[in-house]
């Protein structure tokens, strides 16, 4: 699986949309971009992925750059609630064996602030 | 549909104890995997399981640790004897295997060894 680089921490205003980078500068063709977020105590939660194409839900939404080498997830009006540990796993989807696994880096650390 | 069930949420118990942590993962999921966090190795995947059969236990840290999937409905993750380092967060987590393979979390199994 390829690596990700992600900031160790981010601040953002109650409000007003949070935008978390993600390098994955080494990403192969069959590898999507997923998102999980985990708040503190509980489990990782997942959010969104995609292949190259933007995606949105009613989460959140997912900017690839059209090289792939780099993702924007994007909380449109972030809540307090939203403060968290956000993690970007690059992963192939579909069948397989090894590769349906989801291999955890250290995360973004965002704080919402009232 | 209900979500990956653990158990026990919380346990402390004694150097030497055996430990065993259960899994039911979602319905109709076929891959079900287990992971461990800790503040200093953060979230780590132990073994993971397609359709009952274990398909890699490289993460499980020595002899002391093993897992069951006797069936597709429930696993186990058994630590005998136990270490106060084993003391962590065990999750289980499930997906389906197949182009939509999105891995959702349990809550979560607080352990405490003293």
């Known amino acids: 699986d390829a690596k990700t680089t992600q900031p160790t921490s981010m601040d953002c205003a109650e409000g007003r949309a949070a935008n978390l980078p993600c390098n994955h500068s080494t990403i192969s063709g069959n590898e999507y971009v997923y998102w999980y977020r985990q708040i503190h105590s509980q489990g990782p939660q997942y959010i969104i992925h995609?292949?190259?194409n933007n995606e949105t839900n009613e989460m959140a939404s997912l900017i690839i750059t059209e090289d792939r080498k780099s993702s924007t997830l994007i909380l449109p009006h972030a809540t307090l609630r939203d403060t968290a540990v956000y993690y970007c796993?690059?992963?192939?989807?579909?069948?397989?064996?090894?590769?349906?696994?989801?291999?955890f880096g250290t995360g973004t650390l965002l704080a919402v602030q009232p | 549909d209900a979500g990956v069930i653990q158990s026990p949420r919380h346990e402390v118990t004694e150097m030497g104890q055996e430990v065993t942590l259960r899994c039911k993962p979602i319905s109709g999921h076929n891959s079900l995997f287990w992971y461990r966090q800790t503040m200093m190795r953060g979230l780590e995947l132990l073994i993971y399981f397609n359709n009952n059969v274990p398909i890699d236990d490289s993460g499980m840290p020595e002899d002391r640790f093993s897992a069951k999937m006797p069936n597709a409905s429930f696993s186990t993750l058994k630590i005998q004897p136990s270490e106060p380092r084993d003391s962590a967060v065990y999750f289980c987590?499930?997906?389906?295997?197949?182009?939509?393979?999105?891995?959702?979390f349990g809550e979560g199994s607080w352990l405490t060894v003293v």
């Open positions: 796993i690059v992963r192939v989807a579909g069948y397989g064996g090894a590769t349906n696994k989801l291999i």
């Open positions: 987590a499930s997906s389906r295997r197949g182009m939509d393979n999105t891995i959702y």
């Open positions: 995609g292949l190259k």
